[in-house]
């Protein structure tokens, strides 16, 4: 009986090593990077504001136990929901080629599980009319998956499309002290009051023929308030960047084929670049049929590839 005993208390101990309040017994192994014991890709509900919330999270094949990984959140347009952000975005398979944490939260509706939307701090919808705190939710967000997956704390960007990229914007403009950079497509920066904590790499990349959120002109002279449904020119959103960043001179202008151009901002605090796809509209370059709100693209360019570079290529 005292040796059945003795046995038990082992295999108690074992077990408690496994628990969150003794993760710190667990050593790493030398030259190899080692991760607590943690969820799989999936599917997931943190609370926030006595609201649930789901978000969706992707690691790389053959590299889930990793520490030290970046960190991408993407954030779907409305309508949209971040499973069909996931799915279609090709996000995903980029994060197994270039090995990142790939987290895909959702936003809110009343009822309808598809016709998501977010508190993008300007108009309009179920999020906004709400009052919904989406800068709160993506900010825990943030702050549990570097505890709980040990990811980069350095290395945490996000991205969105359309509204989700007006989204993106409102985050950086209340929490860029967690993010490492920010791109942007085909969204609108409506925003008039923003004081970022810190300069960000910033990435924006918007079709010329995009109906749903035009591309626009120069900036006007006079900031007129908005009237619903109605967006700043891309001028406004790169003008704006450029002063945070310190940005001097004109944009250096590469063409990277004959209906793609790309200006680069010579800036002193972080990086600013400005891709401009002349033949298309509302669209996620290079995303899979099925994305929900998304053109087709007639450019051929991959915007995934594009976002990964720009964050990788720089210092």
């Known amino acids: 009986m005292v040796w059945v005993s003795v046995r038990c208390l082992m295999y108690a101990f074992c077990a408690a090593l496994l628990l969150p309040g003794c993760r710190a017994e667990l050593k790493e192994a030398p030259g190899a990077p080692f991760a607590r014991i943690r969820l799989p890709s999936g599917s997931f509900v943190l609370t926030h504001g006595n609201r ?102 350095k290395r945490v960007y996000m991205t969105g499309f359309s509204k989700g990229g007006m989204m993106a ?75 945070v960043n310190q940005c001097t001179g004109v944009g250096y202008r590469t063409m990277v084929h004959e209906t793609i151009e790309m200006f680069d901002y010579p800036c002193v605090n972080a990086a600013l670049r400005l891709i401009t796809l002349k033949s298309d509209g509302h669209t996620w370059p290079g995303a899979f049929d099925g994305l929900i709100g998304a053109e087709k693209s007639r450019s051929g360019f991959s915007v995934n590839e594009a976002i990964w570079n720009f964050w990788q290529d720089l210092p």
């Open 52 to 153: 649930p919330r789901r978000y969706h999270v992707h690691l790389p094949q053959a590299r889930e136990h990793e520490v030290k990984l970046p960190l991408v959140l993407a954030l779907h347009g409305a309508p949209g929901h971040g499973a069909n952000m996931a799915e279609f975005s090709g996000l995903r398979e980029l994060a197994d080629r270039r090995g990142f944490i790939a987290v895909f939260p959702d936003g809110t509706s009343a009822q309808d599980p598809v016709f998501l939307n977010w508190n993008s701090g300007s108009c309009c919808g179920y999020a906004y009319v709400n009052q919904i705190d989406d800068l709160g939710f993506l900010r825990q967000l943030i702050l549990s998956l570097l505890e709980h997956y040990r990811a980069d704390s």
């Open 169 to 243: 914007y409102y985050f950086a403009c209340h929490h860029a002290d967690l993010l490492a950079g920010i791109a942007i497509v085909a969204g609108a920066f409506n925003l008039s009051d923003c004081n970022p904590a810190r300069s960000l790499d910033v990435l924006i990349v918007h079709g010329r023929l995009d109906a749903a959120i035009p591309y626009g002109g120069p900036v006007p002279k006079t900031l007129l308030p908005l009237a619903d449904y109605e967006s700043r020119p891309v001028s406004y959103a790169v003008q704006f960047w450029r002063r």
